[in-house]
């Protein structure tokens, strides 16, 4: 019996730390979550259910994705520059100059470089029934970049795969509830943050707050463009950075976000090796 109580107590303890909250796993000292990066992505990419609700233990992350946040960058930057010349995308589109840094912050008098990509969505605009049929369209106006001009993010991303900047990735911004009000302006560099265009339906909900997402809910034209920016920024800082949901980020804090919804974190990771061999063979 008293074996069997043994048991069930470590089981406990498993579950309970496989199910840790991101805010309560930072380390205010190091400025940084707890554990190895392979260790933090599996906690800030949990899949992020209808109204914010987290209730994955860990990521179900690909073994090739998480040994890629082991290891270098290892793309050269003529490599990157003729992938980018050949496919014409300016430096605008994805963050800034890939020769100069990403934003930082500064721990204990040391220079220290973002160290997180947070994928959000924009949840808008939102619709009382039904999605019109072409929001994956370029005929659908949102889908234009220029609408999107608020500086709450550096890129936003829309359903046809286009990006636009407003703000360089070397410009420290803050923009979760856990850097605004936990963190506070020391955290002011310490995350990319980036939008992807995602209109929502109600009921159930409202015009303010309305949950429902398209299925699929990004299109492959976003997770190509999304995984070219997470290889920008990660080659700017010369390091993996991890990747992360909004919603995780500022889990269990007051008026926290549901976003992203219906991401799909295989097509994702898959995305980020195929640019990655497609730009090595430049």
């Known amino acids: 019996m008293k074996n069997l109580f043994l048991i069930i107590l470590i089981s406990f303890k498993i579950t309970t730390i496989q199910a840790q909250i991101p805010s309560e796993e930072f380390d205010k000292a190091k400025m940084e979550y707890k554990g190895t990066k392979s260790v933090q992505a599996k906690m800030l990419m949990r899949h992020v259910e209808i109204w914010g609700k987290i209730t994955e233990k860990e990521a179900k992350l690909d073994t090739a994705f998480l040994k890629l946040l082991s290891i270098k960058v290892g793309i050269t930057k003529e490599h990157l520059q003729k992938y980018l010349s050949s496919n014409n995308i300016t430096n605008n589109e994805i963050g800034g100059d890939i020769n100069s840094p990403v934003s930082h912050i500064t721990v ?54 286009k990006s636009k900047a407003v703000a360089d990735f ?79 980020i500022d889990q269990k804090l007051n008026d926290s976000h549901d976003d992203p919804q219906n991401f799909e974190t295989k097509k994702f990771t898959d995305k980020i090796l195929e640019v990655l061999s497609e730009i090595k063979k430049k």
Do not use: M
Request: hydrophobic share 35%; aromatic share 14%.
């Open 170 to 248: 070397s410009e420290g911004l803050r923009a979760t509830k856990f850097e605004l009000k936990t963190l506070g302006t020391q955290s002011r560099g310490l995350y990319i943050h980036i939008e992807l265009v995602q209109p929502r339906v109600y009921p159930p909900g409202n015009e303010k707050n309305a949950p429902v997402a398209p299925k699929p809910g990004f299109t492959d034209a976003q997770y190509d463009r999304l995984a070219l920016l997470y290889i920008c920024s990660s080659f700017r800082k010369s390091e993996w950075l991890v990747p992360a949901f909004h919603a995780n």
């Open 108 to 161: 204990n008098g040391k220079k220290v470089f973002a160290k997180y990509f947070v994928i959000h969505d924009v949840s808008s605009p939102v619709f009382k029934t039904d999605f019109p049929s072409n929001i994956n369209d370029e005929s659908w106006s949102f889908n234009n970049v220029s609408k999107w001009t608020k500086k709450v993010t550096h890129v936003y991303l829309t359903r046809t795969g």
